[in-house]
């Protein structure tokens, strides 16, 4: 700024000064389409949604936890379960590998999610949230960044696990279009929950109590259910959590679509469990249904400090 | 022609367990086009309530705003468009460069990827960022955050710009800086509501002043109009002992206009007077007489600091704390 102020010598006075002129250029800017508009069209939301993306993906690259959590984490866990369980644990027609590895999936992807919540929290405290309250992009585009950003992550994460599987002995037993759709159905349920910590992001505003939060109730969520034993094994009040668990009916989704679920398994006799697909697509459509709208609405009124 | 037209703006916080706040009780303003308003207050006057809510952060509890025609609450989609912020803390993405952040505002405003490239560099030259620009926001120190911030709020030539404490933590060469951008964008059209804590800032740059408080408007004017309502000249004396401070301010007490105010430990007292030189020359001789000692001693005209201090009780940014009144 120094070089303005050498070139506007004598532009001291707030009124109209030619001397200001060169100053103009610099900061009143030459080249640029006048007057920013009002979106409207498909176009612009489709753009904004793309810049905000962007921006969480250079988060992704910026930050070196978040990039060592989703991708060495899993490989932990696919390495534990399969060598350390998989000795106590049997599971008759198959292997406990085979088990195992959708269970592993769903947590991931889930805890994947809470990353929109704690973003959330922290563009709030930072400030950034004001200044794109601020500016003509479409309300749902910072939303729509931060979830694909989630996405981003847990398709990442999802890639990992599955050649990590694959080289302990795990193996889609189905059809290739049945692996793709489980891969999708547990990429799609992590997105429609990204939303649910979107919201709850917003409303605690601090990233340590999400990130405390979370934790304490996924884990307990990751764990009672069918993810890491069979639910007949769990004591009778535990089972019929886990039953309902919707997390146990995304991980049931997921082996039935790679066939990790061997012939003659017990199936739970609640409704979630005999149709653990329909189960879960149902509780996508109601976390988007739900939290998309909260979530905006609650977007277009918050404001930082 | 007003161009920021403010009726009867109404912002109550209610805090959770604790008494609501009446940040804002009612403020009429007006603010003409190709003008700046500078809106001055103490802490917690509702500077930046107003500025949020004229910036479509806030939806105020009752009266309306518009901007050129358009109610900030109602039509807050086509304010946005028209409008250039920079909040009292800067709002930049940690994570991403300075020059990143530039380009997404420029693409967050739809100029396109070129013209966002371009004028992010433009900017970033004109604001001595060229050395950081690449370097995540995260690193920066705060005068180069409120920079970014600023460049920001410019960054599409809005035709209204809204400066909440602009110059605030900038060094004095980047507050010189700043201020000679904000002339030249004044020069070219742009419409200006600025608060700040600085009195000189608003002095050089505002055509109008508004002072506010406890969320009201409690004087309006140009600088030279408040400063008249203070009236004459102002003595201001430093003792050399802070024990003489009673003693010197009841003879200022006597020839003033007004309760002298005391400050710098006590040993700073100044008072309004009318006739300045024959005041003066008087209190001095009674000081002579009574034997109190200076170390220095003068008149002059009043400042918007002593505006400010006689208008609301405090003084600006709240840093003289034992600032107060003499007893007599
Ligand atoms: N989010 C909030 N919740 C509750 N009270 C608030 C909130 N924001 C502001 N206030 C209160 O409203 C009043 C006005 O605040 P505001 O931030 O507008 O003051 P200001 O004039 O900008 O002060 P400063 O000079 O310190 O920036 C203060 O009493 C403040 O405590
Ligand atoms: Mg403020």
């Not at chain 2, 005391?262 to 030189?277: A, F, I, N, T």
Request: aromatic share 6%.
């Amino acid at each position: 700024m120094s070089g303005q102020r050498t070139e506007s010598t004598g532009s001291t006075d707030s009124t109209h000064s030619p001397a200001a002129t060169e100053v103009t250029e610099a900061v009143v800017g030459t080249g640029l389409p006048n007057a920013a508009s009002i979106p409207t069209s498909v176009g612009t939301w489709i753009s904004d949604g793309w810049i905000t993306t962007r921006r969480n993906l250079i988060k992704i690259k910026r930050v070196p936890d978040i990039l060592v959590f989703t991708t060495l984490q899993p490989i932990m866990f696919v390495l534990l379960f399969t060598y350390i369980y998989s000795g106590v644990i049997t599971i008759p027609g198959s292997s406990y590998t085979e088990f195992i590895m959708a269970g592993i999936f769903a947590q991931t992807v889930v805890f994947g999610s809470t990353y929109s919540g704690s973003a959330m929290a922290q563009d709030l405290k930072d400030g950034i949230i004001d200044r794109f309250r601020t500016l003509p992009m479409s309300p749902s585009a910072v939303l729509i960044g931060r979830t694909n950003g989630d996405l981003c992550i847990n398709a990442l994460s999802m890639v990992v696990m599955m050649l990590t599987g694959l080289i302990v002995g795990w193996r889609i037993n189905s059809s290739f279009w049945e692996g793709v759709a489980g891969v999708a159905l547990l990429l799609l349920f992590a997105y429609a929950f990204s939303w649910v910590m979107a919201f709850v992001g917003m409303s605690v505003r601090s990233p340590e109590v999400i990130n405390n939060v979370a934790f304490l109730i996924l884990f307990p969520l990751t764990f009672i259910s069918n993810a890491f034993v069979p639910a007949e094994t769990l004591p009778p009040v535990l089972q019929t959590i886990a039953e309902y668990n919707p997390v146990s009916a995304l991980v049931q989704a997921a082996r039935e679509l790679f066939g990790n679920v061997p012939p003659g398994a017990p199936v739970g006799d609640a409704w979630t469990q005999q149709y653990p697909i329909a189960t879960v697509l149902i509780g996508v459509a109601v976390m988007l249904g739900v939290f998309v709208p909260l979530c905006i609405r609650k977007f277009v009124r918050i404001s930082s400090h | 022609m007003s161009f920021i037209q403010i009726e009867g703006l109404v912002k109550i916080y209610r805090p959770k367990g604790a008494d609501p706040v009446h940040a804002l009780d009612g403020v009429d303003l007006d603010v003409r086009q190709g003008t700046v308003r500078g809106l001055l207050g103490p802490n917690g006057a509702g500077k930046t309530t107003m500025v949020k809510a004229l910036t479509t952060l806030i939806k105020p509890d009752a009266g309306h705003a518009t901007i050129d025609g358009i109610d900030v609450v109602r039509d807050a989609h086509r304010i946005r468009p028209i409008i250039g912020v920079s909040g009292q803390y800067a709002a930049v993405d940690e994570n991403l460069t300075g020059f990143e952040n530039l380009e997404m505002v420029g693409r967050l405003y739809h100029l396109g990827a070129k013209a966002s490239k371009r004028r992010a560099q433009e900017l970033i030259d004109a604001f001595e960022l060229t050395e950081a620009q690449n370097r995540p926001v995260k690193g920066f120190s705060g005068g180069m955050r409120r920079r970014i911030d600023l460049a920001g709020a410019i960054f599409s030539r809005p035709p209204v710009l809204f400066l909440d404490e602009p110059t605030t933590g900038l060094d004095p060469r980047s507050r010189l800086g700043m201020w000679d951008v904000i002339t030249s964008l004044v020069s070219e059209g742009t419409t200006v509501l600025l608060t700040t804590q600085y009195l000189e800032e608003a002095d050089r740059l505002a055509d109008d002043i508004s002072v506010i408080d406890g969320g009201k408007l409690i004087a309006e004017g140009t600088a030279d109009e408040l400063k008249a309502q203070i009236g004459g000249q102002q003595i201001e004396l430093t003792l050399m002992d802070a024990a003489d401070g009673s003693v010197a301010g009841e003879i200022l007490r006597r020839h003033g206009e007004a309760q002298p105010h005391v400050g710098g430990d006590g040993r700073e007292l100044s008072v309004g007077v009318r006739e300045g030189p024959l005041a003066l020359e008087r209190v001095l001789g009674e000081l002579n007489a009574a034997g109190i000692r200076l170390h220095d001693a003068g008149m002059r005209r009043p400042t918007l600091d002593d505006v400010f201090l006689k208008l609301t009780g405090h003084s600006a940014g709240g840093e003289e704390e034992q600032d107060g009144e003499v007893e007599s």
